[in-house]
């Protein structure tokens, strides 16, 4: 039946009734309005099943008849494909060049009204019978004359038939394996098919597949060049950066696990063994047949235009170049090499198993793995709202090298829009756009640059399936990329990637790769620049990726990128435990020019890093970042060792993010209009806590103050309740009546009024804890702040001293200190801040000084506090006699002191890692000798290193507690008791 056909019996009929009216302004059958391009210009009907050339709502036709009468009318006004409802089998991609736009007109293939067209370059499977009933594997005939790396089950990727095989188990060999397990090579003695196996090594940034040659009782040799390509350059099968984790995959002998299956391609029968439960009668099984499935390219000099593909899903390919002799030999990101290397030496399975000029020598001429859809020598073609699902390759490839394209043309993408659509349970990454050869960085012609490339608001979810070493939005050499307000999830690798060469392409060049040999073998250190220019990453919600590999970030970059800025991202949850190597924003070799304003980092490794090693000709530099907002344990970065870089109010948090956070945690990824509903990891409400003291004396009051906003400009939050509580003995006066909910976008304050007791028992501050809940889009939100107010109780039994602004308190025997303070050291820094409580002249030659250190504010690794000796601790930055035995997460405990005695401390000798809790602290005088001690218990004591000298000791010096938060910007308290000074 015809879906567009209203006559009666059509699927399009519809009843009488109200809808009579409205009947008329509607595409028969479907209940939508045509879009706007299908009034203004010519409407054609396709469906899946048609046979005519018509093309007419009454009798459609096929895609190639519509396609066909598009390039008849490629003079006229503008053309709407109206696509039906419905499965579209395709035995060949579907190529669209320059007849298939136009200049002056455009040309839109898109979903019918209500329907939702799948374009399909797999068979359906069915016909399943019971094969090997102990081991429940199914069978059924799928016909020969194909092959396919991937099977599609009830729209997930199913394994190929596999085995894990542990590192221990075999010796890489340079032309293959030695099996040193008997039951393995057992195995793979029965193996009917070598040639069809193939070994997939899972490393650090890579994942590599090589296919076997032959297997001879205990030797496995493997097939050439792939074997030679994994074996060469870095992070390679035998000398691994990470991992690796094996398996050999693509035998029958192998299918043993759920969900596993293999495809005899001489016989003719896929094979699946389903998971429990599973029924291959109901099972939608798709096997792909094609590589490919939408080629979108012309030529230079005529380039497909205005071009657009709306609402529909592309899905069911397998690529096949693993399956060659080539195999797989990965590099990065869909970079790898494809053929003999002509400057590999003779031993270069031992000589460059971690990199050599021979391996430099084929940089210029890696491939790009290609993209189901491919795009192409076009100019204004967009993609929106469509969906790319089960594809075995990169999703959508925009102007990638020529290598990466069937119709052989590439780069020259320009002016590409990719909005709102669906990536997910892909083979590979979702989208990449770019060239990585010459003709990518330093084009012939300026024709082929790459340039003005929008992707915003897409999903990108689930993919790196098969290849895990994709990112989910990858950009290389592009002039102009803007990637803004797109969900990024469920990635092994890097969520956004930006860039690459490693900056030797670069304008001058590296001298790191200078050094490596790059350029000496007839390619040059450019003395221009490359394309890639102009990026806006904006507003991107990151979460959930780095979760197999290593080496990659919520977004990663690489080379030089002027103009280029990062805005507004919140990066969340990407802690996988193998990814020790990873974090919230990568900035790898050579990346300059970026500029990170507002982004916030949640639960990641580290939020911010910087491969710079200058010294090592690494041109990483020029990177200026602020109102960095992250997880207290992560808000460290090392971007001060990249030249002309600079990191301003990086703002440590704990899970409950501060409003300004909460503003770009809620504004980022698809926009609110779009989203399905609330999200409870983005919650619509900013919250701000903030007491008008963060201290109080003893009976005072102090005002807190309730800042909240309704981040949501669409809706109001509803059922909003707020209530303060406090420790015992503090007293907490609310506002009589707040208000039950709060208008889309509008900020209201309630305050608070908090009371100090009239006697402090004890220095730990009082924790305010504020509770609010709230209902936003019909789902309830449950949140809480807390804030801390310090008791005020002054020094009285020892002396105090700040060289910056600090605050001292003593209740019970115990005593704190609070201040922001730089550094205690000299060496290149000439900084001396700290505040101290201290006993004046009170450590003869002869003595012992001992203190706990009950607990501390940890504001940097280097945030250090202790016990301090000096003949006088109020000369800070001159006063000679000067070391301290300090507390430190980067050190443990270290003496660090003055060797010079020109007041500014220089060594370190630290004691290495130490249990957690209260550490005890014991430091032993004897004339200009001092040793130092620690203790978990007080009772056993560790000894600090050797004794260190006192450098212009006096016979009689002062001694005390001591702290420094390492950070100017930023305070910290620390609380010691049981200080004792004694006579020995």
């Given at each position: 039946?015809?879906?567009?056909d209203?006559?009666?019996?059509?699927?399009?009929?519809?009843?009488?009734?109200?809808?009579?009216?409205?009947?008329?302004?509607l595409?028969?059958?479907?209940?939508?309005?045509?879009?706007?391009?299908?009034?203004?210009?010519?409407?054609?009907?396709?469906?899946?099943?048609?046979?005519?050339?018509?093309?007419?709502?009454?009798?459609?036709c096929?895609?190639?008849?519509?396609?066909?009468?598009?390039?008849?009318?490629?003079?006229?006004?503008?053309?709407?494909?109206?696509?039906?409802?419905?499965?579209?089998?395709?035995?060949?991609?579907?190529k669209?060049?320059?007849r298939?736009?136009?200049a002056?007109r455009?040309?839109?293939?898109?979903?019918?009204?209500?329907?939702?067209?799948?374009?399909?370059?797999?068979?359906?499977?069915?016909?399943?019978?019971?094969?090997?009933?102990?081991?429940?594997v199914?069978?059924?005939?799928?016909?020969?004359g194909?092959?396919?790396r991937?099977?599609?089950?009830?729209?997930?990727?199913?394994?190929?038939?596999?085995?894990?095989?542990?590192?221990?188990?075999?010796?890489?060999?340079?032309?293959?394996?030695?099996?040193?397990d008997?039951?393995?090579a057992?195995?793979?003695?029965?193996v009917?098919?070598?040639?069809?196996?193939?070994?997939?090594?899972v490393?650090?940034?890579?994942?590599?597949?090589?296919?076997?040659?032959?297997?001879?009782?205990?030797?496995?040799?493997?097939?050439q060049?792939?074997w030679?390509?994994?074996?060469?350059?870095?992070?390679?099968?035998?000398?691994?950066f990470?991992?690796?984790?094996?398996?050999?995959?693509?035998a029958?002998?192998?299918?043993?696990?759920?969900?596993?299956?293999?495809?005899?391609?001489?016989?003719?029968?896929?094979?699946?063994?389903?998971?429990?439960?599973?029924?291959?009668?109901?099972?939608?099984?798709?096997?792909?047949?094609?590589?490919?499935?939408?080629?979108?390219?012309?030529?230079?000099?005529?380039?497909?235009?205005?071009?657009?593909?709306?609402?529909l899903?592309?899905?069911?390919?397998?690529?096949?170049?693993?399956?060659?002799?080539?195999?797989?030999?990965?590099?990065?990101?869909?970079?790898?090499l494809?053929?003999?290397?002509?400057?590999r030496?003779?031993?270069?399975?031992?000589?460059?198993?971690?990199g050599?000029?021979?391996?430099?020598?084929?940089r210029?001429?890696?491939?790009?793995?290609?993209?189901?859809?491919?795009?192409?020598?076009?100019?204004?073609v967009?993609?929106?709202?469509?969906?790319?699902?089960?594809?075995?390759?990169?999703?959508?490839?925009?102007?990638?090298?020529?290598n990466?394209?069937?119709?052989?043309?590439?780069?020259?993408?320009?002016?590409?829009?990719?909005?709102?659509?669906?990536?997910?349970?892909?083979?590979?990454g979702?989208?990449?756009v770019?060239?990585?050869?010459?003709?990518?960085?330093?084009?012939?012609?300026?024709?082929?640059?790459?340039?003005?490339?929008?992707?915003t608001?897409?999903?990108?979810?689930?993919?790196?399936?098969?290849?895990?070493?994709?990112?989910?939005?990858?950009?290389?050499?592009?002039d102009?990329?803007?990637?803004?307000?797109?969900?990024v999830?469920?990635m092994?690798?890097?969520?956004?990637?930006?860039?690459y060469?490693?900056?030797?392409?670069?304008?001058?060049?590296s001298?790191n790769?200078r050094?490596?040999?790059?350029?000496?073998?007839?390619?040059?250190?450019?003395?221009?620049?490359?394309?890639?220019?102009n990026?806006?990453?904006?507003?991107?919600?990151?979460?959930?990726?780095?979760?197999?590999?290593?080496?990659?970030?919520?977004?990663?970059?690489?080379?030089?990128?002027?103009?280029?800025?990062?805005?507004?991202?919140?990066?969340?949850?990407s802690?996988?435990?193998?990814?020790?190597?990873?974090?919230?924003?990568y900035?790898?070799?050579?990346?300059r020019?970026w500029?990170?304003?507002?982004?916030?980092?949640?639960?990641?490794?580290?939020?911010?890093?910087?491969?710079?090693?200058?010294?090592?000709?690494?041109?990483?530099?020029?990177?200026?970042?602020?109102s960095?907002?992250?997880?207290?344990?992560?808000?460290?970065d090392?971007?001060?060792?990249?030249?002309?870089?600079?990191?301003?109010?990086?703002i440590?948090?704990?899970?409950?993010?501060?409003?300004?956070?909460?503003?770009?945690?809620?504004?980022?990824?698809?926009?609110?209009?779009?989203?399905?509903?609330?999200?409870?990891?983005r919650?619509?409400?900013?919250?701000?806590?903030?007491?008008?003291?963060?201290?109080a004396a003893?009976?005072?009051a102090?005002?807190?103050?309730?800042?909240?906003?309704?981040?949501?400009?669409?809706?109001?939050?509803?059922?909003?309740?707020?209530?303060?509580?406090?420790?015992?003995?503090?007293?907490?006066t609310?506002?009589?009546k707040?208000?039950?909910?709060?208008?889309?976008?509008?900020s209201?304050?309630?305050p608070?009024?908090?009371?100090?007791?009239?006697?402090?028992s004890?220095?730990?501050?009082?924790?305010?804890?504020?509770?609010?809940?709230?209902?936003?889009?019909?789902?309830?939100?449950?949140?809480?702040?807390?804030?801390s107010?310090?008791?005020?109780?002054?020094?009285?039994?020892?002396?105090?001293f700040?060289?910056?602004?600090?605050r001292?308190?003593?209740?019970g025997?115990?005593?704190?200190?609070?201040?922001?303070?730089?550094?205690?050291?000299?060496?290149?820094?000439?900084?001396?801040?700290?505040?101290?409580?201290?006993?004046?002249?009170?450590?003869?030659?002869?003595a012992?000084?001992?203190?706990?250190m009950?607990?501390?504010d940890v504001?940097?690794p280097?945030?250090?506090?202790?016990?301090?000796?000096?003949?006088?601790?109020?000369?800070?930055?001159?006063?000679q006699?000067?070391?301290?035995?300090?507390?430190?997460?980067?050190?443990?405990?270290?003496?660090?002191?003055?060797?010079?005695?020109?007041?500014?401390?220089?060594?370190?000798?630290?004691?290495?890692?130490?249990?957690?809790?209260?550490?005890?602290?014991?430091?032993?005088?004897?004339g200009?000798?001092?040793?130092?001690?620690?203790?978990a218990?007080?009772?056993?004591?560790?000894?600090?290193g050797?004794?260190?000298?006192?450098?212009?000791?006096?016979?009689?010096?002062?001694?005390?507690?001591?702290?420094?938060?390492?950070?100017?910007a930023?305070?910290?308290?620390?609380?010691?008791?049981?200080?004792?000074?004694t006579?020995?």
């Amino acid at each position: 039946m015809n879906p567009f056909d209203s006559s009666p019996g059509g699927t399009g009929r519809r009843r009488r009734g109200a809808a009579v009216v409205a009947l008329a302004a509607l595409v028969a059958g479907t209940g939508f309005a045509p879009s706007a391009s299908a009034a203004a210009g010519s409407t054609l009907y396709v469906t899946p099943n048609a046979h005519g050339t018509a093309c007419t709502r009454p009798a459609p036709c096929t895609v190639l008849a519509a396609q066909q009468k598009v390039r008849e009318g490629a003079a006229g006004s503008d053309v709407t494909v109206l696509v039906g409802d419905g499965t579209y089998r395709l035995d060949a991609p579907l190529k669209f060049d320059d007849r298939d736009g136009g200049a002056a007109r455009a040309v839109t293939w898109q979903a019918a009204p209500g329907a939702r067209p799948v374009f399909t370059g797999a068979k359906k499977v069915s016909a399943w019978a019971l094969s090997d009933a102990a081991n429940n594997v199914y069978a059924a005939k799928v016909g020969t004359g194909f092959d396919s790396r991937q099977l599609y089950v009830d729209g997930v990727i199913a394994p190929r038939a596999q085995i894990v095989v542990p590192r221990e188990k075999i010796a890489v060999t340079a032309t293959g394996f030695t099996v040193k397990d008997a039951g393995l090579a057992s195995t793979l003695q029965k193996v009917a098919t070598p040639k069809r196996v193939e070994l997939e090594a899972v490393l650090s940034f890579t994942d590599r597949f090589a296919p076997v040659e032959s297997v001879s009782g205990t030797t496995v040799t493997m097939q050439q060049p792939a074997w030679n390509n994994n074996t060469y350059g870095y992070d390679t099968l035998q000398s691994p950066f990470g991992g690796p984790i094996l398996t050999l995959q693509n035998a029958r002998e192998f299918l043993s696990a759920e969900r596993q299956w293999f495809l005899d391609t001489v016989a003719g029968v896929l094979y699946y063994k389903p998971a429990a439960g599973q029924s291959m009668a109901k099972a939608d099984v798709e096997l792909p047949r094609v590589e490919s499935l939408v080629q979108v390219s012309g030529t230079l000099a005529k380039p497909v235009r205005n071009l657009n593909f709306t609402g529909l899903t592309f899905t069911g390919t397998s690529w096949l170049g693993p399956s060659r002799s080539t195999g797989f030999a990965s590099q990065q990101t869909g970079g790898y090499l494809a053929d003999v290397q002509p400057a590999r030496p003779a031993d270069a399975f031992t000589s460059c198993a971690v990199g050599c000029p021979g391996f430099e020598a084929g940089r210029p001429n890696w491939s790009m793995m290609p993209g189901a859809v491919q795009v192409s020598a076009a100019t204004d073609v967009a993609f929106t709202g469509n969906t790319f699902t089960n594809l075995g390759s990169q999703a959508l490839g925009i102007g990638n090298d020529a290598n990466a394209h069937a119709s052989g043309v590439g780069l020259a993408a320009q002016d590409i829009k990719v909005t709102g659509n669906t990536f997910a349970q892909n083979a590979a990454g979702g989208i990449v756009v770019g060239g990585i050869r010459k003709d990518a960085h330093h084009p012939a012609d300026p024709a082929m640059t790459v340039k003005n490339i929008t992707v915003t608001n897409n999903s990108v979810h689930d993919n790196g399936i098969v290849y895990r070493d994709m990112a989910g939005i990858f950009s290389t050499y592009v002039d102009g990329i803007t990637i803004a307000h797109n969900e990024v999830f469920n990635m092994p690798y890097s969520g956004i990637a930006v860039g690459y060469g490693w900056g030797m392409w670069d304008q001058g060049g590296s001298p790191n790769y200078r050094a490596r040999g790059t350029y000496d073998f007839g390619t040059p250190a450019y003395t221009t620049p490359t394309t890639a220019r102009n990026a806006r990453v904006e507003a991107n919600y990151l979460h959930n990726v780095i979760t197999e590999l290593n080496d990659g970030a919520c977004v990663y970059t690489l080379g030089s990128m002027p103009g280029s800025v990062l805005d507004g991202n919140f990066c969340r949850d990407s802690l996988a435990p193998k990814s020790s190597y990873s974090f919230g924003f990568y900035f790898d070799e050579g990346s300059r020019f970026w500029t990170a304003t507002d982004n916030v980092f949640l639960r990641t490794r580290q939020a911010l890093h910087a491969n710079a090693n200058a010294a090592a000709g690494y041109t990483t530099g020029d990177l200026a970042v602020d109102s960095t907002y992250a997880s207290a344990n992560v808000a460290f970065d090392d971007l001060n060792r990249a030249p002309g870089s600079r990191v301003t109010n990086t703002i440590a948090m704990g899970d409950e993010p501060p409003a300004a956070a909460a503003a770009i945690i809620y504004n980022a990824g698809i926009p609110r209009a779009q989203r399905s509903g609330a999200d409870s990891f983005r919650p619509g409400l900013g919250v701000d806590v903030t007491p008008a003291s963060t201290s109080a004396a003893a009976g005072a009051a102090t005002t807190v103050k309730v800042a909240l906003t309704n981040l949501d400009t669409i809706a109001s939050l509803k059922s909003l309740q707020v209530t303060m509580s406090a420790p015992e003995g503090w007293t907490v006066t609310g506002p009589r009546k707040v208000p039950r909910s709060l208008e889309a976008g509008v900020s209201m304050t309630v305050p608070w009024t908090v009371t100090a007791p009239a006697k402090f028992s004890t220095l730990d501050p009082a924790k305010i804890t504020v509770g609010i809940s709230y209902v936003s889009q019909k789902q309830l939100f449950v949140t809480t702040r807390t804030v801390s107010i310090a008791p005020v109780s002054p020094v009285t039994t020892l002396s105090t001293f700040g060289g910056v602004p600090t605050r001292f308190a003593e209740a019970g025997g115990a005593y704190t200190i609070t201040n922001a303070s730089a550094d205690m050291w000299g060496v290149g820094r000439s900084v001396d801040e700290y505040g101290a409580i201290y006993a004046p002249q009170s450590v003869a030659s002869s003595a012992q000084v001992t203190a706990r250190m009950v607990k501390y504010d940890v504001i940097d690794p280097y945030t250090k506090t202790g016990i301090m000796l000096r003949n006088d601790i109020t000369a800070a930055g001159k006063g000679q006699g000067y070391a301290y035995l300090a507390v430190s997460q980067a050190y443990g405990v270290a003496w660090e002191w003055d060797t010079n005695g020109d007041g500014y401390p220089d060594r370190t000798q630290a004691a290495g890692p130490i249990t957690a809790g209260p550490v005890y602290l014991k430091v032993v005088r004897s004339g200009s000798s001092v040793t130092g001690f620690w203790s978990a218990d007080g009772a056993a004591w560790i000894q600090v290193g050797n004794p260190i000298t006192l450098v212009g000791a006096l016979p009689t010096m002062d001694a005390g507690m001591f702290w420094c938060s390492h950070n100017a910007a930023k305070a910290g308290t620390v609380t010691f008791d049981s200080f004792k000074i004694t006579a020995v």
